[in-house]
């Protein structure tokens, strides 16, 4: 199995989604490099912004990302997946008009949800995703009987602040993490992480606060894995 990745979405999520997957088959017992998936990383960079987008800011990003599933279906791979949350809006279009089935990671974090037995959640999203509420119909699939909702408008502000900010230098001095801590810490149920680049917010080593119920970073680390397997 080769999997196509979508990246750039950030730069720095997509680099710690192949870092998050590789220590998670070592430590699962991998001894070899044929032991891991193998994927190609393609770092979308010029790819518009999603987000802005579906917030009538900017142009359209879906030609862009169907012209690369087709290039990743013609290098032979055989499932696609984005590491955007907001670019599952248009998962559909994609698949359809590249012919490479995607992993569904709006899916695969309500199966998570789900599981864990939770009644509600609070989730940290782009403003687009909050706008086109991505993810409802995947909860209502998968998990109607789980409480979806959206931090207030001023966190709202304060959670795209945090996007943002992990792709600048202001993530090495851990400001990123801070402000995340906090909007985590007041947050009215507990929290998922519906946007990759908020887990790069926090050091690889550093364990996420006990109120983050579900990253979907490591949803979607796990669901290739586990496609893999």
Not at 116 to 127: A, P, R, T, W, Y
């Amino acid at each position: 199995m080769k999997f196509g990745v979508i990246g750039g979405n950030g730069v720095a999520a997509t680099n710690r989604l192949c870092d998050m997957i590789e220590r998670k088959v070592t430590a699962a017992g991998a001894f070899r490099d044929a032991h891991h998936p193998e994927m190609i990383i393609w770092q979308a960079t010029s790819v518009p912004s999603r987000s802005m987008f579906l917030e009538g800011r900017g142009p359209d990003w879906r030609p862009d990302y169907i012209n690369i599933a087709k290039q990743l279906k013609a290098l032979g791979c055989d499932r696609g997946c984005m590491c955007c949350n907001t670019a599952y809006y248009a998962i559909k279009e994609v698949e359809e008009g590249s012919g490479l089935k995607f992993i569904n990671l709006l899916e695969e974090v309500a199966k998570v949800v789900k599981a864990s037995g939770l009644s509600k959640v609070e989730m940290f999203c782009s403003d687009g995703a909050r706008k086109f509420d991505i993810y409802g119909s995947a909860f209502k699939r998968i998990c109607p009987e789980v409480e979806l909702v959206y931090p207030s408008e001023s966190d709202q502000v304060l959670v795209t602040k945090v996007i943002c900010g992990v792709k600048t230098k202001k993530r090495f001095d851990l400001e990123p993490r801070s402000l995340l801590q906090e909007l985590v810490a007041k947050a009215e149920a507990p929290v998922v992480l519906g946007c990759t680049d908020l887990r790069v917010a926090f050091p690889q080593e550093s364990q996420l606060p006990e109120k983050v119920a579900v990253d979907s970073l490591e949803c979607l680390a796990d669901s290739i894995i586990g496609i893999n397997a």
